[in-house]
């Protein structure tokens, strides 16, 4: 069993990576001048390591608990899809119930608000949320058999992308592929929408990789910008 500390140190040093990654990214394509203040930074670590903690603290226990009653099984190219589609399902039942039931907005209201985003707003959530999102997530491929080092690296792979959809990066593509890759995947212009102030577009994109889930449920809009 993890240790509160390994665990804060993991997603530290993850977070780390994505950085060497991302942050120059914003820096040579951005969407927007960034403004990068120390109290929104120091606000945005703080809510990756409180997240960290809600992960050791509450998220391990519980998933190790059912881990015990569902045996892992091999690994087979079914059961990979099966934890990925799972996973993607339930992520989009839960983000749009965040928006629609009112105590869970009151939970999913610390990641928008900020005005702006960058990658480091991906971790700007409420613990509790961040605890629901990584079980969530977890739960579906454990029910069909799948280990739980799988699901931490599944787990790693969602918050990387997200990390990238909320970065404040302008994708250099020609104008109609970049709109044919906003309806196979999820692009910052895809999740820049989701989070705008525009009325128009609220209550839409919940999707964390696959627009086609906001098409089938009628909550699709077009990227903004």
Same mark, same amino acid.
């Given at each position: 069993m993890r240790t509160a500390l390994e665990t804060v140190g993991r997603v530290l040093l993850f977070a780390a990576l994505l950085g060497l990654v991302l942050w120059p990214l914003e820096l040579l394509w951005p969407h927007r001048v960034p403004r990068l203040t120390p109290r929104a930074w120091l606000a945005d670590? #703080?809510?990756?390591?409180?997240?960290?903690?809600?992960?050791?603290?509450? +998220?391990?226990? *519980?998933?190790?608990?059912?881990?015990?009653? +569902?045996?892992a099984r091999p $690994?087979?190219?079914?059961?990979?899809? $099966?934890?990925?589609?799972?996973?993607?399902?339930?992520?989009? $039942?839960?983000?749009?119930?965040?928006?629609? @039931? %009112? !105590?869970? !907005?009151?939970?999913?209201? /610390?990641?928008?608000?900020?005005?702006?985003?960058?990658?480091?707003?991906? !971790?700007?959530?409420? %613990? @509790?949320? +961040?605890?629901?999102?990584? *079980? /969530? /997530?977890?739960?579906?491929?454990? *029910? +069909?058999?799948?280990?739980?080092?799988?699901?931490? $690296?599944l787990w790693l792979l969602r918050r990387g992308y997200t990390a990238l959809l909320h970065a404040n /990066?302008?994708?250099?593509?020609?104008? #109609?592929?970049?709109?044919?890759?906003?309806q196979l995947v999820a692009t910052p212009a895809f999740h820049r929408a989701h989070h705008s102030h525009d009325p128009r577009l609220h209550n839409s994109n919940y999707a964390s990789t696959f627009p086609l889930l906001d098409r089938l449920f009628g909550t699709y809009r077009p990227g903004a910008g």
């Open positions: 670590l #703080g809510c990756l390591l409180l997240g960290a903690l809600a992960l050791r603290l509450l +998220v391990d226990p *519980l998933l190790a608990a059912l881990a015990a009653r +569902v045996p $690994a087979t190219a079914w059961r990979l899809g $099966a934890s990925l589609l799972g996973a993607e399902l339930c992520a989009y $039942a839960l983000h749009r119930a965040m928006h629609e @039931i %009112p !105590w869970l !907005w009151r939970l999913h209201a /610390v990641h928008h608000a900020p005005r702006e985003l960058d990658w480091m707003k991906a !971790w700007r959530q409420h %613990p @509790i949320e +961040v605890a629901l999102h990584a *079980l /969530v /997530v977890a739960v579906p491929g454990l *029910l +069909v058999g799948a280990p739980l080092a799988g699901l931490g $690296a /990066v302008d994708l250099r593509l020609p104008p #109609g592929r970049l709109e044919l890759l906003g």
